[in-house]
C-alpha cells in the first residue's frame, strides 16, 4: 500500500469511522421515525381531548359560578334546597307519627287482646253457670242455695223462702192483700235486703243534695217523688239527709211497710198521681226498677209528664236492668211482670227528646271486677238527667238554636 493508501487509510480509521457510526445510528432511527410519529399523533389527539375536556370544565365552572353570582339564580337553587329540607322534615315527622300510631295501635292491640282472654273466660263461666243453673219449676233447698250463692237471694230471705208453708201470716195475706201479698213476698225473697238496695242506691244521694240545695228557696213545697216506691230504700235515704219526699206505690203492703218506718207515701197509680201534680212543682222524680215493667208507650208518657211536673233545674233519675249484661238477662224474666228491658241508649234519647238536658248513664254493680270500661259488665244502670233552667238551654242542650 502506497503512502496515500496508508494515509486514507488511516484518516478513515480516525475521522469517518465516527461519523459512519453517526450515519448509521440516524439510519436506525429514521427506520424508527413512522413509529414514532404515530405515537405523536396519538399523543395529540389525547391532547386535544384533554384540553376540550378541560374547556368544558372550565364552561360548567364558569357557569357554576355566573349562577352563584346572580342573585336571582342563587335565590331559586337555595328555595329549592329550602323546599326539599321542608319536605323532608315533613316525610320524617309522619313517619315519626306513623312509628307512634304503629307503637299505640300495638299497644291497644296487646290490651284488647288480654281484655279478650278475660272476657272469654268470663263469657264461659256464665255460660256454665246459665247451663248449670237450676231449674224454677219447683223450690227446693238446693236451688235456693245456688240462687243466694249468685247473689240474687240474701240469707234472711232465704229463711222466709224455706217458712214459705210454715207462715201463720201467708193464709191471711192471701186473703186479704191477693197479688199485692204475692208480689210484697216474692220482692223481698228476690230483690235482696233493704240494707242491701240502700247501699247500691246510696250512690245517687249526693246528686239530690246538690238539686235540693239549689232550689229549696225558689219553692219550700217542693218535694221528691219516687214513682214506684216499694220498700221505700231511697225515701229512707232521702230522709236520712233531711230531703222531702214522697212515695207512691200501687202495691198496699208496700205502702204500709214504707208508713211503718215513718216516711210519706200514697198507695195509687202513679201517672194518674203524676197527672194530678202542678206543672213545675217537683224537686225531681225517681223511679227504681219499674222501666222493665211498662211498656214503652207508658214509659215515654212518664218522662214525658215528669219533664212537665218537675221544675226548672229539678233531676230526674231512672234506674233499670243493663240489657247487654248476660248475667242480669239470665234471671229478668223470673219475674213476670217484667215487660222488656230498655238499652241505655234508647232512654237517653227519649230524655233529651223530652227536653231534659246533661243526661248520663251510670252503670252500677259489675259482674266482676274485670274490664270496668266495658257497659256489660254491669247488672244495671242509671239515667240523671235535669230539667233546663230555661228553654234556651233547651235548644242549646238539642243544638237546634238559630245561627242567626
Known sequence: ???????????????????????????????????????????????????????????????????????????????????????????????????????????????LTKQYDKLYTVLIDLEKSCNESPKMEAISKDQNTTLIANGFIDA???????????????????????????????????????EEIERRQSIYVSYFQDCYTALADKNDRGYFLDFGSGRGEFLSLLAKESLPGRGIDTNRLNIQHVKKKGLDAICEDGINYIDGVKDNALFGITMFQVAEHLQFDMLKSFINAAYRKIMPGGIVLIETVNPSCCRAMQYFYLDPSHVRPYPPEL??????????????????M???????????????????????????????????????
Open 156 to 194: 234472711d230471705s232465704y229463711l222466709a223462702l224455706s217458712m214459705l208453708h210454715e207462715n201463720e201470716a201467708l193464709t191471711e195475706i192471701k186473703h186479704n192483700y191477693g197479688d199485692d201479698g204475692w208480689y210484697y213476698l216474692f220482692e223481698k225473697i228476690f230483690r235482696g235486703s233493704e
Open 1 to 111: 500500500m502506497n503512502r496515500f493508501g496508508l494515509l486514507f487509510s488511516q484518516a478513515f480509521k480516525f475521522v469517518l469511522r465516527p461519523i459512519v457510526s453517526r450515519i448509521r445510528r440516524n439510519l436506525i432511527s429514521l427506520l424508527n421515525q413512522d413509529k414514532i410519529q404515530e405515537s405523536l399523533v396519538s399523543l395529540d389527539k389525547r391532547h386535544d381531548n384533554m384540553q376540550k375536556s378541560l374547556n368544558d370544565l372550565t364552561k360548567q365552572h364558569d357557569n357554576i359560578q355566573k349562577s352563584l353570582d346572580d342573585p336571582k339564580q342563587h335565590d331559586i337553587m337555595q328555595g329549592g334546597l329550602d323546599d326539599l329540607t321542608k319536605q323532608h322534615d315533613i316525610m320524617q315527622k309522619s313517619l315519626d307519627d306513623l312509628t307512634k300510631q304503629h307503637d299505640i295501635m300495638q299497644k291497644s292491640l296487646d290490651d
Open 366 to 404: 259489675p259482674v266482676l271486677e274485670v274490664s270496668p270500661e266495658v257497659q256489660s259488665n254491669y247488672i244495671g244502670y242509671a239515667l240523671i238527667g235535669y230539667k233546663p233552667v230555661d228553654t234556651e238551654s233547651e235548644l242549646i242542650s238539642l243544638n237546634l238554636t238559630s245561627n242567626n
Open 347 to 364: 232512654l237517653k234519647f227519649h230524655a233529651e227528646w223530652a227536653g231534659f238536658v246533661n243526661v248520663k248513664i251510670i252503670f252500677y
